[in-house]
């Protein structure tokens, strides 16, 4: 029997802990204090201040399986292999080992842990870039051979071992290397293919049906199970010069891997997928089939309501602006392709559960959270189902008036009605017109550039650049949580944040709306202890000892599953050890509180069931 999704991951971390690596838990799905992103989309993302040259609490080896988000995807599946939300397995040298021990570490734990061919399995490597003074990475094509041969398998370039410049084999946060800005950190990656067979290379959207296949190609029959990062370079005025201090990042498609194991290059028949499409095959009456019509339907709501699910988990609901845009989205494009199945009952919430059931163990959080996920999934649900009654009524008024519906009408109906283009063009086409889709993408497009627009004003700066307003609203978060606990109670929790240069935004577990009096005591309790200039500072702790010493955090369980050592900040005087607030953060924050200023909250509100949210700034 192949092995699971949970088998994988459990056993792909024990591998590199007993090669002497700290587990880490996962990061929220939503970016904490990073207001420059809506979502944490790789398993590198929250690494970045440690790839940067920032010291780990817990040391120089790290390993993790990341949850991911990738709101650019959502179009992207309905394929065999492309989903939204992922896990991604990382290990993590910051400024240890390097390629000669990561190359054999992977190949040993994808082909003695999984059991994996190694007859079928291919790797890329950078070929160099002479203009910018970058070699071929030699190293690596022959440590791929070595590794290869404790197989018995002659790995020969360009039949094993592929070639490609820094567009597909390079890594940096701001891509290839003429785009990196002097001081920015990067370095050449090596890919590893598992190839599914020839005879499954015919994809309908293959470039590649008539041409011989190749590892790198999109048409379905090789699969990137894993990529390992050596960030070697620095670049410089002058060019690239060597890092002092070299990292290996590593990032693993665990759904990849588990579809690698169980040899089936359509990822929804993993078992991670088992429980919530059994469902689906029930309530549709109809079985799940990859080579059917009916597979792309299958596969947006396997995948949308999933990711849904993470995100509501996550304190992030249903609404019409950031995070929870597309949450309604995902929700919204599940119940529309419900729709093309012939579902009749509501079905989300059902899908939702089996969800939580198949994460519930390495996702405890899931599981009390699932009474918030089935209300706002079931809601969403029903407020849609409403929706598409009444997009169709305006439907058929556009359409009375001219015999057609154009672009522009289409855009109408997805931007006013929230009703999907795809929905309105098999409307047309059951009608015998056809929708312009030029005309509606260049709709989409003029909205797209006034949200960006206004995305980037609203995102500008932000606490990844450190500056100094952002640094000081940091600080002022803590003790606005701290204070919320003394007025409200200790039920108090976070559960998420988001700070730019103008503002803090603070989400936390609370039942009731507050009052004025409780605002003004909370604002009051702040700004005296803005008043006595507590100093700042930070300590390293395990988990037990920052727990005694009172210290709050997030995701606590998951510390609780690792032992090991957290970064916890305090405020107050260190000497008499009396401190106002004692809270896990990664940092940064402002030496003393007399810097801050005066702490107003400009807004309370509900977010979700038993989640309120407060605005405020410092005069």
């Known amino acids: 029997m ?20 700290k587990e880490i838990p996962a990061a929220s799905l939503i970016p904490e204090n990073d207001p420059t992103t809506l979502f944490t ?19 120089k080896r790290i390993t993790d399986s990341q949850t991911c988000f990738r709101s650019q995807d959502i179009d992207e599946v309905g394929d065999n292999r492309h989903t939204t939300f992922f896990e991604m397995l990382g290990n993590w040298s910051l400024g240890d080992y390097f390629k000669k021990e990561q190359i054999p570490w992977v190949f040993a734990f ?14 890329t490597v950078f070929g160099g870039n002479e203009s910018l003074g970058i070699p071929r990475d030699d190293e690596s094509v022959e440590l791929w051979k070595q590794a290869f041969a404790s197989k018995h398998i002659d790995a020969k370039e360009n039949e094993r071992i592929f070639f490609y410049d820094e567009k597909k084999n390079w890594w940096s946060r701001s891509g290839v290397p003429l785009n990196m800005p002097e001081g920015e950190p990067g370095g050449p990656d090596s890919e590893m293919f598992w190839d ?19 590892v790198n190609c999109d048409c379905g029959r090789f699969l990137e199970i894993g990529n390992s990062v050596f960030m070697e370079y620095l670049k410089t005025k002058d060019g690239f010069a060597a890092l002092p201090n070299k990292n290996v990042d590593y990032g693993g498609g665990l759904e990849r891997m588990t579809a690698a194991a169980m040899d089936t290059p359509d990822i929804f028949l993993i078992d991670a997928f088992d429980l919530p499409r059994a469902t689906l095959e029930r309530l549709s009456g109809k079985p799940y089939d990859s080579h059917s019509p009916n597979a792309k339907a299958f596969r947006v709501i396997l995948d949308h309501l999933r990711a849904a699910t993470f995100l509501i988990a996550n304190g992030v609901i249903p609404s019409n602006k950031d995070q929870g845009y597309f949450v309604r989205r995902l929700i919204r494009r599940a119940v529309r392709f419900g729709k093309s199945l012939g579902m009749k009952e509501a079905f989300c919430s059902l899908i939702a559960e089996q969800t939580v059931a198949t994460y519930q163990e390495p996702y405890p959080h899931l599981q009390r959270q699932s009474g918030d996920i089935v209300r706002e999934m079931a809601a969403e649900e029903s407020k849609f189902v ?11 008024k556009m359409f009375s008036q001219k015999n057609a519906i154009s672009g522009e009408d289409a855009f109408v109906l997805y931007a006013t009605y929230g009703f999907p283009l795809e929905l309105t063009e098999e409307i047309a086409e059951e009608k015998g017109q056809k929708v312009d889709r030029e005309a509606f993408q260049a709709e989409f497009k003029k909205h797209q550039e006034l949200s960006r627009a206004g995305a980037t004003e609203k995102f500008a700066g932000g606490l ?31 559960r998420g944040s988001n700070i730019t240069p103008k503002r803090l935004r603070f989400d936390f577990s609370h039942p009731l709306k507050m009052t004025p009096e409780e605002i003004k005591r909370v604002e009051d309790l702040v700004n005296e202890n803005i008043r006595k200039d507590l100093p700042v500072h930070f300590e390293i702790l395990d988990l037990a000892e920052a727990k005694q010493r009172g210290a709050v955090g997030i995701f606590e369980d998951k510390y609780a599953q690792l032992g090991g050592q957290i970064k916890v900040y305090f405020i107050g005087d260190e000497i008499s050890g009396e401190y106002y607030s004692k809270e896990v953060c990664g940092g940064p924050h402002v030496e003393r509180t007399g810097k801050l200023g005066t702490l107003r909250i400009t807004k309370e509100e509900a977010v979700a069931a038993g989640v309120r949210r407060v605005k405020a700034v410092l005069d």
Do not use: W
Not at 196 to 214: I, K
């Open 2 to 21: 192949p092995m699971g999704i949970h088998e994988i991951r459990r056993k792909y971390l024990d591998f590199f802990v007993s090669r002497g690596h």
């Open 386 to 396: 409403k929706t598409l009654s009444h997009g169709e009524k305006e439907f058929d």
């Open 464 to 494: 990844a650049d450190h500056s100094e307003e952002t640094v000081k609203l940091h600080t002022a978060t803590h003790m606005l949580h701290q204070a919320l606990r003394t007025v409200l109670g200790d039920h108090v929790f976070q």
């Open 196 to 214: 599914f067979g020839a005879d499954r290379t015919l994809h309908e959207n293959s470039v590649y049906q008539n041409e011989p296949c190749h």
């Open 41 to 59: 989309g790789s398993g590198m993302q929250p690494m970045v201040p440690y790839l940067l040259g920032q010291t780990h609490p817990l040391g």
């Open 110 to 123: 994808v082909t003695d842990e999984l059991g994996l061919d190694p007859s079928r399995l291919y790797v």
